[in-house]
């Protein structure tokens, strides 16, 4: 059974969550927030996503374009862009995936990039899973971080790559995208038919009841129980972490589930953790329907993103590269482009 994405409209406009939307990034413009369901052989997997109603993406209403975390490029080539276009044009079902190249343009840092990457400017690694479950102590630095990344983190706007690949879904293109990231910016940028590999920082499970919130009310609860914890962002990872010191993080209070007190988890994938299988399969199910494979911004380093670049392999099914520096899968393509995907995707037809 194919999938089909039903979308309920839910009236949020006196929720905490819309009021944070609206008033933080885009004051001007209509919102709406829905609570999108993907309904897959009878199992319904709960996908929380919140979203502006933008209709046009342009400057009044704030087109991302922050370039402090996007490595140096060449300019394309008008050969690459032409087999790119005729890459497109050859495929009537696309599989995209993409990574954290895809959101630096939005002013999100990558983690791998040389010099402006995550790890070419700090030596802070995001938590991994065992030590987020373990360690009380990192759990509390953990979050103290997310509180104060989290109003400029939740505010970054989708940038013209976004756009573009929403555009190709609604002109037929895309038969489904899967991200790596879980900035919820392709969700943002109104793409519909998305899978988030790694989750969404934008939603909360709780790990003993398994209920889920968003990531606005627990915000709010933190601010709650922590009216002294003003320190403000200066940075942020690809994660909505910040860098804060052991002074900062002592004292902060982490709050629990609202329900049975549970501790409480972002509703994405941690290092050291494993993709959930449903996920992983429903993933690997499009990528069957599909007829070729585009990657945009994963260097794919991590297993979760290469295993897409080996199936479209294993399935002949031919695979284009648009990311800036080497892939994991470069001498699996059959085309790659080292450039801005901004400079590139944009100048592509899909009509
Ligand atoms: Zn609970």
């Known amino acids: 059974m194919s999938p089909s994405l039903v979308s309920r409209s839910l009236c949020l406009r006196n929720s905490s969550l819309f009021k944070s939307l609206c008033s933080n990034s885009l004051p001007e413009v209509p919102c709406k927030h829905r609570l999108y369901s993907s309904i897959r052989s009878g199992t319904q997997v709960e996908h929380l996503s919140t979203q502006p109603q933008i209709l046009q993406p342009d400057a009044k209403n704030g087109l991302a374009e922050d370039l402090t ?60 899973y065992q030590d987020f479950l373990r360690s009380p102590s990192r759990r509390r630095r953990y979050w103290a971080r997310n509180f104060v990344g989290w109003p400029r983190f939740s505010s970054v706007l989708p940038n ?13 293109k895309v038969h489904w995208l899967v991200t790596q990231n879980v900035d919820a910016l392709h969700t943002k940028a109104q793409s519909r038919r998305v899978i988030e590999l790694h989750g969404c920082s934008a939603r909360i499970v709780c790990l003993s009841c ?14 709650d129980v922590n009216p002294q914890f003003n320190s403000e962002s200066q940075a942020i990872a690809p994660d909505g972490d910040v860098i804060l010191s052991d002074e900062a993080v002592a004292g902060f209070t982490v709050p629990s589930c609202s329900q049975c007190r549970g501790m ?17 399969t429903s993933a ?29 392999k294993d399935q002949n099914k031919p695979l284009a590269i648009v990311n800036i520096g080497p892939t994991r899968a470069d001498k699996l393509a059959v085309l790659k482009i080292d450039a801005r995907i901004s400079s590139v995707l944009p100048g592509i037809q899909v009509t």
């Not at 409480?264 to 992983?280: A, C, E, M, T, W």
């Open 210 to 223: 398994a209920q889920k919130t968003t990531r606005d009310e627990l915000q709010q609860r933190m601010r």
């Open 69 to 128: 975390f996007v490595p140096n490029s060449s300019a394309v080539s008008k050969t690459a862009l032409e087999k790119l276009q005729d890459f497109v044009s050859a495929s009537k079902k696309l599989f995209v995936l993409t990574g954290a190249g895809m959101s630096t343009e939005s002013g999100i840092p990558d983690y791998r990039s040389e010099g402006v990457g995550l790890y070419a400017r700090s030596n802070n690694r995001p938590i991994t």
């Open 160 to 172: 013209a790559s976004h756009w573009t690949f929403a555009e190709w879904e609604r002109a037929g």
């Open 284 to 312: 690997y199910d499009r990528l069957q329907e599909s007829d070729a494979v585009l990657v945009a911004g994963s260097s794919l380093e991590v297993y979760s993103g290469y295993r897409f670049a080996l199936a479209a």
């Open 264 to 280: 409480l988890k972002p509703d994405l994938v941690f290092f050291g953790d494993n993709v959930p299988g449903d996920i992983r």
